[in-house]
């Protein structure tokens, strides 16, 4: 069973409008994951996707000390050392948590998601039938790039630091399938680039490139974000998990097994408890 989000010590859960805003808030280490962190967040999402109050969650970084910004700098190296003695690599997430109480909307969703990932907590975001926002300004870069990516949406600032340093600084890749998900957002060629480089790149080229889908002034970004929070949050549950769904579906179907998964979706959806508050009678009434 999920405890209590009042009592995380690594991150901050605010439950708002329709919506939760997770703060990863470990400022002195630059809100590197660390094992309590990456538990922490695996326990937030649980909370998460089983609340039907909530219909999205934004993610963002508390700022340094000195009050400069700071998404996430990515693993706790120091931590990462003293697990890897003999080069194993451990279950950062911890044990998968059970998924929802079943229904056909909930049931048609996770067909599709996977098993087994490396990272589980990341994979639980990407696959979480919430819609998932990353609000990101200063460092982000390595596990916080993969984090970034592993949502669905980013809206970030113009003076972001994005970079994915795992070539450049460690000789490693990064074990969350961020450049996986850096080619889905990007292209192959560019996810190439910024993956084997470690260029680090601002607000405005990471929308440029398709990276993220805003670019805010600096103090603007995290309520633009919040914004599209409230703004989720008033809507249909199910039919956001299903636009969600089939819009992740392109990814890994062919399209015309993509187009029948979204047909099917569409009579999943008409057939809710709910279907008589939704579809068009909903809109004629408005318009009475």
């Not at 790039?145 to 949406?153: F, G, K, Q, R, S």
Request: hydrophobic share 35%; with cysteine; proline share 5%.
């Amino acid at each position: 069973m999920a405890r209590s989000y009042e009592s995380y010590e690594t991150i901050k859960f605010e439950k708002l409008e329709g919506y939760v805003l997770l703060t990863l808030n470990r400022p002195q280490s630059l809100n590197a994951l660390n094992v309590k962190m990456w538990r922490e967040l695996d326990d937030a999402q649980e909370w998460i996707d089983r609340d039907d109050d909530i219909r999205a969650f934004v993610v963002t970084g508390a700022p340094r000390p000195d009050g400069r910004p700071c998404f996430c700098a990515g693993a706790d190296l120091k931590e990462m050392n003293t697990l890897l003695p003999e080069g194993s690599i451990p279950e950062l997430g911890g044990e998968e948590k059970p998924k929802p109480a079943a229904s056909q909307i909930r049931s048609f969703y996770h067909q599709r998601s996977p098993r087994g990932a490396l990272v589980p907590t990341l994979e639980n975001i990407t696959w979480s039938p919430k819609i998932s926002i990353a609000a990101i300004d200063g460092i982000c870069t390595a596990g916080g790039t993969e984090l970034a990516v592993a949502c669905d949406i980013v809206i970030c600032s113009e003076t972001a630091r994005i970079s994915d340093m795992h070539v450049s600084n460690l000789g490693w890749i990064g074990g969350a399938a961020g450049s996986t998900n850096m080619a889905w957002r990007v292209g192959v060629s560019k996810a190439i680039e910024l993956c084997c480089t470690g260029e680090t790149i601002d607000g405005r080229e990471a929308h440029r490139i398709g990276f993220a889908n805003q670019v805010h002034a600096p103090g603007q970004y995290l309520e633009k974000a919040k914004e599209m929070g409230r703004k989720l949050g008033g809507m249909r549950l199910s039919a956001l998990m299903m636009t969600k769904a089939t819009c992740q579906a392109v990814q890994d179907m062919g399209r015309m097994a993509s187009r029948r998964y979204c047909d099917e979706a569409f009579f999943v959806l008409t057939g809710e408890p709910d279907k008589g508050d939704w579809g068009p009678g909903r809109w004629v009434g408005k318009k009475k």
